[in-house]
């Protein structure tokens, strides 16, 4: 099934705003993705099991789409699995220690009006537009 990469990058976009916005109009949550694993491995009485059903969706949503439209993912991951999941875990770490992650500072705190999400959504681009200058430009590394 081709699909326009613009079209499909606005469907995706479309789905995790409407995702957020009825995470929070419905359980007054917020889909901050560091957040709720974080709660899930530290729940407080009646807090599991919205955050099993959160992140089970997650798997779920990429199990799905690696049957619908397996064309569109990488063959080969750029590393062994257990690379993979160490790297997992060390974002997962990093997003704990700086208070939040891409998703629930970009996509709920920005919508929220946070200043505190602005400024670390604002650190995050910096960040990632000067190493991939660096890399590409300076390092020499692919394009």
Same mark, same amino acid.
């Given at each position: 099934?081709?699909?326009?990469?613009?079209? &499909?990058?606005? @469907?995706? %976009?479309?789905?995790?705003?409407?995702?957020?916005? @009825?995470?929070?109009?419905?359980?007054?949550?917020?889909?901050?993705?560091? +957040?709720?694993?974080? %709660?899930?491995?530290?729940?407080?009485? +009646?807090?599991? !099991?919205?955050? &099993?059903?959160?992140?089970?969706?997650?798997?779920?949503?990429?199990?799905?789409?690696?049957?619908?439209?397996?064309? *569109?993912? $990488?063959?080969?991951?750029?590393?062994?699995?257990?690379?993979?999941?160490?790297?997992?875990?060390? #974002?997962?770490?990093?997003?704990?220690?700086?208070? +939040?992650?891409?998703?629930? =500072?970009?996509?709920?705190?920005?919508?929220?009006?946070? $200043?505190?999400?602005?400024? !670390?959504?604002?650190?995050?681009? *910096?960040?990632?537009?000067? *190493? #991939?200058?660096?890399?590409? =430009? #300076?390092?020499? +590394?692919?394009?």
């Amino acid at each position: 099934m081709a699909s326009s990469p613009l079209l &499909l990058a606005l @469907l995706g %976009g479309l789905m995790i705003g409407a995702a957020a916005v @009825l995470l929070l109009a419905g359980a007054g949550r917020i889909a901050g993705v560091s +957040g709720i694993v974080g %709660g899930a491995l530290r729940p407080r009485a +009646g807090d599991l !099991a919205w955050r &099993l059903a959160f992140v089970l969706g997650l798997l779920a949503g990429g199990a799905v789409l690696r049957v619908l439209s397996s064309e *569109t993912l $990488p063959k080969d991951l750029p590393g062994s699995g257990l690379t993979i999941a160490l790297a997992g875990l060390l #974002v997962g770490f990093g997003a704990r220690l700086g208070g +939040g992650c891409t998703s629930g =500072h970009g996509v709920c705190g920005l919508g929220r009006r946070s $200043p505190r999400s602005l400024a !670390a959504v604002l650190t995050f681009m *910096t960040v990632a537009f000067v *190493t #991939v200058f660096l890399t590409r =430009h #300076v390092l020499g +590394g692919a394009s």
